[in-house]
């Protein structure tokens, strides 16, 4: 069984288009996360949930919407997307949000590339 | 966060051990010394973790320098799988964030 799985893999589109990704975990866990990965592979935080609440919020544009509907899922939406959003989106898992040592579950990844 | 610093590209033969190190000069006594890797394509996976002592488990060994400014991760008997980017992470222990570095890529050479 996978821990933490994404949907889709690939994802080709059009610029401004909308379009999202989906996350979930079946760890039990309280905390999930987004990354991105761009071409330069440099893997940045975007956005962190704990219990479905926002706890970490990157200088990320608003079009991109975190939506988290219950604390197994976290979901990405993009909105109006752009050739610079082109990018590899991970999403993670962890028990907490904070305490000693916590670790990070990462889901393979959505390859996004946008046209 | 500390910022660390690790070394662009190993290389190591296959059945050795491969020691990766990395500088942490600044880091605070509150900071753990985290390491993850990537292997191509794939999510960033956990290795290790630890703060003042040298921690082992199935994966690796992570070796912290008594003055806590530098640590290494060693894979006692590498593998072709083991080809991967390594990041060397230092996070407090009250926050939740990783912040990736651009980390080592080894390479296990037959």
């Given at each position: 069984d996978t821990a933490v799985s994404q949907t889709p893999k690939y994802l080709v589109t059009q610029m401004g288009n909308?379009?999202?990704?989906?996350?979930?975990?079946?760890l039990g866990h309280d905390t999930m996360y987004w990354y991105k990965q761009d071409s330069k592979k440099f893997l940045k935080i975007m956005f962190s949930y704990n219990n479905k609440e926002l706890i970490i919020n990157e200088t990320v544009p608003?079009?991109?919407?975190?939506?988290?509907?219950?604390?197994?899922?976290?979901?990405?939406?993009?909105?109006?997307?752009?050739?610079g959003d082109s990018a590899v989106y991970f999403c993670a898992s962890s028990q907490s949000d904070r305490g000693l040592?916590?670790?990070?579950?990462?889901g393979p990844g959505t390859r996004l590339t946008v046209l | 966060d500390a910022k660390t610093?690790?070394?662009?590209?190993?290389?190591?033969a296959e059945g050795r051990a491969?020691?990766?190190?990395?500088?942490?000069?600044?880091?605070?006594?509150?900071?753990y010394v985290y390491w993850y890797?990537?292997?191509?394509?794939?999510?960033?996976?956990?290795i290790i973790h630890g703060l003042k002592n040298n921690e082992t488990n199935e994966m690796a060994s992570l070796i912290i320098t008594e003055d806590r400014k530098s640590?290494?991760?060693?894979?006692?008997?590498?593998?072709?799988?083991?080809?991967?980017?390594?990041?060397?992470?230092?996070?407090?222990t009250s926050g939740s964030r990783l912040t990736f570095g651009e980390?080592?890529?080894l390479t296990v050479n037959p």
């Open positions: 909308d379009k999202s990704i989906k996350c979930e975990q079946n608003n079009r991109f919407s975190p939506k988290s509907p219950d604390k197994a899922h976290l979901n990405l939406h993009i909105n109006s997307l752009e050739l040592g916590d670790t990070q579950y990462f | 610093t690790q070394p662009t590209s190993m290389d190591c491969a020691n990766l190190p990395c500088n942490h000069s600044t880091i605070s006594g509150n900071e890797r990537q292997i191509h394509s794939q999510g960033p996976q956990y640590s290494t991760l060693i894979l006692p008997h590498a593998t072709l799988r083991d080809t991967a980017v390594y990041y060397c992470i230092v996070r407090v980390g080592t890529q």
